[in-house]
C-alpha cells in the first residue's frame, strides 16, 4: 500500500486532513492517560474534575469530527484519492469518512451527556455492588439506557436499535447476525460444559503461589511476546486491563492472588491487547487509524494469548519449570495435572472468573438482555429477575444476591451497551485465527515448545494488527483466515482441548 | 466579592466565557497530568508521542484564547461586568483580557514550535550534561534563545525584550525593578556569607538515614500541612516537582538521600506549592484563575514552608524526636546541634543543593545571563566562560566543568528563559509573608512547636491562596503585607537566623 510524505501533501485537501487527523489522534491520547490514570494513580478526590475534562476532550473531538468543514474537506481529499482508491490515503478518507457519518448524526449536546454520566453512576454503582442494592443504581441505569436509546434514535435506517450501539464497537457487525453466531454457540457449548460436569473437578492449583512471583513470570512471559521494558508498563489496578497512550507507551495491569494464577493469565491477556496497538503500521500513527479496528478484534488477540496460547501443552511444557523456580508451592507439579487445574470448567456466578467455555454464556446473557432494554421489551426494573432467570438457564445456576448478579460488571455504570457481545465475538475470531495460524505457519507448536512467541507474533503482525483500521473486522477477518465470523473453530477447539483433559468419549 | 451562578450567567456572556474557559481549564489540566507522568510513569519511548500530544492539546488552546472571537466575547463580557467592578466576574474579564492580549500578540505557528523544541533539546541536554559536552547542546540552546527572541519581539512596546519573557512567568516584573531588587540582595548576601565562612563548618547529620523512615516522617509532616490521603500523591521522581492535576488531585515528588534530608526539604517544598493550589477558591474552578498567580508567589510558598517553617527552631523541635524514632542515626543528637546541620552556609557549585543564602546568587547570575542572552550582549558560545567568571565573582567557587556549571540546569533546555529571577522573587516575598505572619498571628510560634500548622495555613489561603490569579503579584503582595517586593526582610531573616545559628558578631 501506497503511503505519502508529509512533504508530498502539503498544501492538499490530503495533507490538511491528516493534520485535523493528527489533532483527533493527540485528544484521544491524552484522553488514553486520563483514563488510566484515574484507574492507576489518581486520588479518590479528582474523580468529578478527571471526569469533566474528559468530556472536555470528547467534546472537542467530536465537534471537530462532526462539523460541516470536516465533511467538506473529507469531499475534497475524496477527490484527490480518487485515482489511487487502493492507496492508504483513499483507505484513511473512506473509514474517516464513517466516522464523520456517524459522528455528525448524534446532536452536538448528547456526547459530553453520555461522557458526564458515568461520573454520576459508577460511584453508585460501587456502593450499590457492595450492599447488593440495586435499587439505588436503578435510575441511574435508566439514565443510561435511555441516553443510548437517544443515540440509537439518531440512526433511524438500521433493521435493530441495538445495531446502532453494536456499530461503534464492533464495525460490520448486526443484532441478527450476532444472535444466530450465538445461537450456534449455545447450542454447542450447553452438552459440552454438561459431559464436563459428569467427571471429577480437577483440584485448585497448590499455594499460596505469592504475588512477587507471579509478577517475575508474568513480566518474563510478557517479554516473550513483545512487551519491553522501555515502551510499557506493568501496573496494578482492581480490574485489569490495558491502555495504548502512544507509539511506544504500552500499559497493562494486572491483579495478583495467592490461590491462583489469575494476575499471570490477565497480563498474558493484556499483553495480547497491547501487542496489537504497538504492531499496527507506523505509517497509521497520528491518522485515528492507527489502533486496533474493533473490540471484538481486540478480544481476539487478548484470548488467544491467554488461552489458545498461554493455556495451552505447547507453552507450558517451557513455561511450568521457570514457574516453579519462582513459585515453590507448584514444586514437582506434573503438566498434565497443572493444565487441569488451569483449564477448569464448571458454572459459577463471575463472568470475569469464568472458563473458557462457560464465559461465553454469561456474555450471551447480557447481549440478550441489552437488546431486551434498548428496544423496549425488558425493562430496567425488571432486569434482576431476568438476569437471574437467564443464569438459570444458561449454566443452571442459582444467583443468590444481586451483588453476584447484575451488578457485578461495570460496563453498565459506564453506559457501555453493545460492548458485551464483542467478548465472545473476540472469542469466535480467536479460534478462528489461532485455526489460521497452526494451518499457516510451519513449526509453531515446537516454537512455543522452546518458549519462542515470534513466530505467532510476526504473523499476528502481518495479517491482523498492521492494518489497524483500515480493513472492517469482516474483510480483516476474511483476508487473514478466508472465513466470515463463524463458530465452529472455537467449539471444536474447545472439543478437542476439554476431551483430551476430561478424557470424555470423542 | 459577588460569584455568578450557571444559571444566573446563562445566555449571557459571561456565561459563554465561562463555558470557553472551562475548555481552556481543562486542556491545561490534561496537559498538568502529560508532564507529570512524563517525569514519573511513562516508558522512555513514549516521549516523542508525548511531545506531539502535549504541542497539539497547546496549540488547542492558544488558538481559542487568541481569535478574534474571543475577543469579542470579552468586549461583551466586559460590558455586562462594568457595573460590578469588583466581582469576580469583572476580574475574570480583566485578567483573561491580559491572557488574550499576549496571546494574539504571538503568531499562530510559534506556540507549537515552543512546545516542540524541548522534546529534540531535552535528550541532547542530558547526554551532553552527562559528558560535559557544551558544544553539543550549543545549536539547540541557540535554537531555544532566537525562539524565546522571536517571543520577546512580539512586544516591541516594553523597555526591555526581557521583560516581555519575564511577564509570562511573573506578572508585573520588570528586568529593571528585578536589577534592582538583586543589586540589594548581592550587596547584604556577600558580606553575611563572608562572615560565616570565616566560622567553623557544622557537621553533616550522622546517617546513613534510610529512605523509608524519612518518607514515613515526610509524609507525616505534608498531613500536618494539609495533604491528605484522598487527593493527594506523594511519588518519585528524578527531580523533585508539584503538579496540580486539578480539584483534588495534588501531586508531589520527592527524591530520597541517605546522606541528607533533602528528601524531606522536598516534600515540604513540594507540598507548599501544592497547599497553593488546592486553597485557592472553589468559586475559581476551571475560569483560568483558579491557579497560582505567578511562579514568584508560587516559590514564596514552597520557601515558606521549606525554610521559614521547615528550617526553624519551633519546627523541629516538635518533630525532631518523631524523626528520631523513624531514622535511628539520629538518636541522641540535640536540637542546636541538628539545626546547625540543616542550615549550613557554604558557597557550592550547585544551584538545587545550595543553602539559604547562597541560593539567591546562584539566582542572579542566571538572570544576568539571561538578560545578555536575550538582549545579544552575550553569544551562546561565550555562556561557559561567562557563566564561570560569574560564579568566581559572586560565590568565589572555581567552575571546574560544564556539568557542574552551564549544563547543570533543566530550565534552558526547556527553553524556560524568564523563569529563574522567579525562584530569588519567591525567596524575596516569602520573607515578606513571614514578617507578615508572625506579625498578624498570635501564637503562630507556639502552634508550630506544638506541630500545629493550621494559624498558618489558614492565614495563607485567606491572604494569599484563595484568590489565585485575580489580583497582580503586586497587588496580592501589597494586600497581604503592606509592601511593594522589597529585599530588606529577606535579609533580616537570614541576619538573625544565621547570626544567632553561627555566633556572628551583631
Known amino acids: 500500500m501506497t503511503s505519502s510524505t508529509e512533504a508530498e501533501t502539503r498544501g492538499t485537501a490530503v495533507g490538511e ?29 479528582g474523580a468529578d474534575a478527571r471526569g469533566e475534562v474528559t468530556a472536555t476532550l470528547d467534546q472537542l473531538a467530536h465537534e471537530r469530527l462532526a462539523g460541516p468543514e470536516f465533511a467538506d474537506l473529507l469531499d475534497r481529499a475524496a477527490e484527490e484519492t480518487a ?25 452536538v449536546e448528547l456526547p459530553a451527556a453520555l461522557a458526564r454520566a458515568p461520573a ?38 438500521v433493521d435493530h436499535p441495538y445495531d446502532a450501539l453494536l456499530e461503534a464497537y464492533e464495525p460490520g457487525a448486526t443484532t ?10 449455545r447450542a454447542g457449548l450447553v452438552p459440552l460444559i454438561a459431559a464436563i460436569a459428569e467427571r471429577p473437578v ?31 508498563r506493568l501496573d496494578d489496578s482492581t480490574h485489569p486491563f490495558s491502555m495504548s497512550i502512544g507509539a511506544g507507551d504500552q500499559r497493562v495491569t494486572a491483579r495478583w492472588d495467592d490461590a491462583d494464577l489469575g494476575g499471570i493469565f490477565a497480563v498474558l491477556h493484556e499483553v495480547g491487547h497491547g501487542l496489537y496497538e504497538q504492531q499496527v503500521s507506523p505509517a497509521l500513527a497520528r491518522t485515528t ?38 513459585l515453590p508451592s507448584l514444586a514437582g507439579l506434573e503438566l498434565d495435572a497443572f493444565l487441569r487445574s488451569v483449564n ?16 461465553v454464556l454469561h456474555v450471551i446473557l447480557r447481549f440478550e438482555l441489552e437488546v431486551a432494554l434498548v428496544d423496549g421489551t425488558l425493562a430496567v426494573a425488571d432486569l434482576p429477575q431476568a438476569w437471574n432467570d437467564g443464569m438459570r438457564d444458561l449454566l443452571g445456576v442459582t444467583v443468590p444476591d444481586d451483588a453476584r448478579g447484575c451488578l457485578q460488571d461495570i460496563h453498565w455504570a459506564f453506559g457501555e451497551l453493545g460492548y458485551f ?55 480483516l477477518l476474511r483476508r487473514a483466515t478466508g472465513q466470515q465470523l463463524d463458530p465452529a473453530p472455537l467449539l471444536e477447539y474447545l472439543r478437542v482441548k476439554y476431551g483430551a483433559l476430561y478424557d470424555l468419549a470423542g
Chains 1, 2 share one sequence.
Not at 176 to 185: D, Q, S
Open 17 to 45: 486532513l491528516r493534520e485535523q487527523l493528527a489533532v483527533l489522534a493527540d485528544l484521544h491520547a491524552a484522553e488514553a492517560l486520563l483514563g488510566w490514570d484515574r484507574e492507576t494513580m489518581m486520588p479518590p478526590r
Open 176 to 185: 441478527a447476525g450476532v444472535r444466530e453466531v450465538f445461537a450456534t454457540l
Open 120 to 157: 454520576a453512576a459508577l460511584p453508585v454503582w460501587a456502593a450499590a455492588r457492595a450492599e447488593s442494592d440495586f435499587a439505588a443504581f436503578r435510575p441511574h441505569l435508566e439514565r443510561q439506557v435511555e441516553l443510548r436509546r437517544e443515540v440509537a434514535a439518531c440512526f433511524p435506517d
Open 421 to 475: 457481545p464483542t467478548y465472545a465475538i473476540g472469542n469466535v475470531m480467536s479460534a478462528q485465527l489461532w485455526a489460521a495460524i497452526r494451518g499457516q505457519v510451519a513449526g509453531v507448536d515446537d516454537a512455543l515448545a522452546a518458549g519462542d512467541c515470534a513466530p505467532v507474533r510476526d504473523w499476528l503482525r502481518e495479517h491482523v494488527h498492521g492494518p489497524g483500521r483500515v480493513f472492517d473486522p469482516p474483510e
Open 83 to 107: 485515482d489511487d482508491p487502493d492507496g492508504q490515503d483513499a483507505a484513511i478518507v473512506r473509514v474517516v469518512r464513517r466516522d464523520h457519518d456517524r459522528a455528525a448524526r448524534i446532536p
Open 289 to 326: 487509524l492507527g489502533t486496533g479496528v474493533s473490540l471484538g478484534v481486540h478480544e481476539s488477540q487478548s484470548r488467544l494469548w491467554e488461552n489458545q496460547v498461554g493455556r495451552s501443552r505447547e507453552f507450558w511444557s517451557h513455561w511450568l519449570p521457570r514457574a516453579q523456580q519462582a
Open 202 to 232: 480437577p483440584p485448585p492449583l497448590p499455594g499460596p503461589l505469592g504475588h512477587a512471583g507471579q509478577r517475575e513470570v508474568g513480566l518474563e512471559m510478557a517479554r516473550a511476546i513483545g512487551y519491553d521494558d522501555s515502551g510499557w
Open 344 to 359: 477448569v470448567v464448571e458454572p459459577t456466578l463471575i463472568r470475569v472468573e469464568a472458563d473458557e467455555a462457560t464465559y
